[in-house]
């Protein structure tokens, strides 16, 4: 935006000629608005009310050109609050490049305005940029705590992409300012309604030997396994053991020795664990292997589908956890108590990606289990477990966070980043009492409370710290990192190459 050439000086007198001028326009007196708004553009070239209304006359007799030529008039008028109008025109000539530079424009001197963070929002939603949207939104409300339809937009964009947790909350918020909102209401029976049909998920419990406990959360058919091959070609399958998975051939698998599956049927028809396998297209993938370019977007895909999913299985309290396939995809992996029917799981499937899906152009999602049952010398489809090395790649098949990072020991962080994290937004009151509900026997962070706290964590992760390598060289660089080095750490412990785990050290 240039410079401004007017200064504003609005008198008691031209705020009365636009007021009247107003009232005129909603009489349809189009000839009385023109001349009242004429009289106060002559006393304040600079008022910013006078020429909207001037560019609302052309728009109404139809002068299209010169609604065009009085619009272009906000380059050189000064950013007071009446400014984001001239936003709302552009959208209605269908400008929508001049409605977002106007936006933006009164943004950066009026970062909290409520009609330019709402009009900004939903150019984003128009565009598929939820993200964006949510952000915008998610200022607005926090500082306009009463806007209806923002916290109603913010609710949709949540339930689209999955989060029905967040959007439920947000659809009573709208009910309670407003308890006849048509859209609020329709909203919060539909999410609700989804929200009941979820199973529970097991709480995963610690175990100080691996290889017992991948055999006890990885609970699939014990008599048989898989194991992976790759002849000269680079060709690769999977040829099943007809043997007792055993903790011996786990190990062998953390060290890389070999690889093993898993077939996640047992007792013809029960299954333990639900996963989604998010992968590359092999034709995609033909495309972008000469291309960096297109290699990086198509990875971005995947941890775009990845944050979609987990955002939904978060919504609705379901914990998941997230592996690098060690090829081009990535498995998420939700794990159960006891064994269900491989139907029921198989219908969750369906249902969690109609929800969340559906998958991104260039990928492709697969759930398993993929069969209800298995006949008396059928194995069904097998999956790869986690931690191993993939024999095409070489790589290790780490757990991850959204972003891809790989995880480590989160106990080691938990004091510098968790707790201090909680302390810090307590002890400056970001956090109140306000932002916690008491509901089904328990205590849970909502709203506005949620959204400091995510917010937070991502600030927390991207800090700098000065990390101790095993050598004793010290390196700069983010808790986000740290997770990574931490996590290789660990590997290079389970593969025999350290005889110790270091844990992690500061500077």
Request: net charge negative; proline share 4%.
């Amino acid at each position: 935006m240039t410079t401004p050439a007017i200064e504003s000086s609005p008198t008691s007198l031209v705020d009365t000629l636009c007021e009247k001028a107003q009232v005129l326009l909603e009489e349809n007196n189009i000839d009385g608005v023109e001349a009242l708004a004429s009289e106060a553009c002559a006393r304040d070239p600079a008022c910013n009310r006078a020429h909207q209304l001037m560019v609302r006359i052309a728009l109404i007799r139809g002068e299209q050109d010169r609604a065009e030529t009085l619009l272009n008039r906000w380059r050189d008028l000064p950013v007071d609050d009446a400014f984001a109008e001239w936003g709302v025109l552009a959208e209605e000539m269908n400008d929508i490049q001049s409605a977002v530079e106007i936006y933006q424009a009164h943004l950066s001197q009026h970062p909290h305005n409520a009609k330019s963070l709402f009009g900004l929002a939903m150019l984003h939603a128009d565009r598929n940029e939820n993200g964006l949207a949510q952000s915008r939104l998610q200022t607005l409300i926090q500082h306009h705590a009463d806007h209806i339809e923002g916290i109603f937009e913010l609710a949709r964009l949540y339930e689209e992409d999955g989060m029905m947790g967040l959007a439920q909350e947000l659809y009573a918020r709208v009910l309670e300012l407003d308890p006849d909102h048509a859209g609020a209401l329709a909203g919060k029976q539909l999410v609700g309604a989804q929200l009941q049909s979820t199973l529970p998920s097991a709480e995963i419990k610690s175990h100080p030997d691996v290889a017992v406990l991948i055999l006890q959360l990885f609970a699939a058919r014990k008599d048989v396994y898989a194991r992976q091959w790759i002849d000269d070609d680079g060709k690769t399958g999977y040829v099943p053991v007809r043997e007792p998975l055993t903790e011996n051939a786990i190990q062998s698998h953390l060290r890389g020795d070999t690889t093993v599956g898993v077939y996640p049927i047992f007792d013809r028809d029960k299954a333990q664990f639900l996963a989604l396998d998010i992968d590359i297209k092999k034709d995609a993938l033909n495309k972008a292997r000469q291309n960096n370019t297109l290699m990086e977007a198509l990875r971005e895909q995947v941890c775009k589908d990845i944050r979609r999913v987990c955002a939904g299985f978060a919504s609705l309290n379901l914990p998941v956890h997230i592996e690098d396939s060690g090829n081009k995809g990535a498995h998420i992996w939700l794990f159960f108590e006891k064994p269900l029917p491989a139907c029921d799981l198989r219908a969750l499937g369906r249902a969690y990606a109609k929800r969340f899906g559906p998958a991104s152009e260039e990928l492709q999602w697969e759930w398993f289990p993929k069969q209800d049952a298995v006949g008396e010398d059928e194995l069904g489809n097998l999956i790869k477990l986690p931690l191993g090395i993939h024999r095409k790649t070489g790589r290790r098949a780490l757990f991850i966070d959204t972003e891809g990072h790989a995880l480590a020991d989160m106990e080691e962080f938990r004091p510098v980043i968790v707790d201090a994290m909680v302390l810090d937004l307590l002890n400056h009151g970001q956090i109140k009492k306000e932002d916690f509900e008491q509901r089904d026997g328990g205590v849970f962070l909502c709203g506005d409370g949620r959204m400091q706290l995510i917010r937070a964590y991502q600030d927390r992760v991207a800090i700098k710290v000065q990390y101790v390598q095993p050598n004793g060289q010290v390196q700069k660089v983010p808790y986000r990192q740290c997770f990574e080095l931490q996590a290789r750490r660990l590997i290079r412990m389970l593969r025999g190459e350290d005889t110790a785990y270091l844990p992690f050290l500061i500077r």
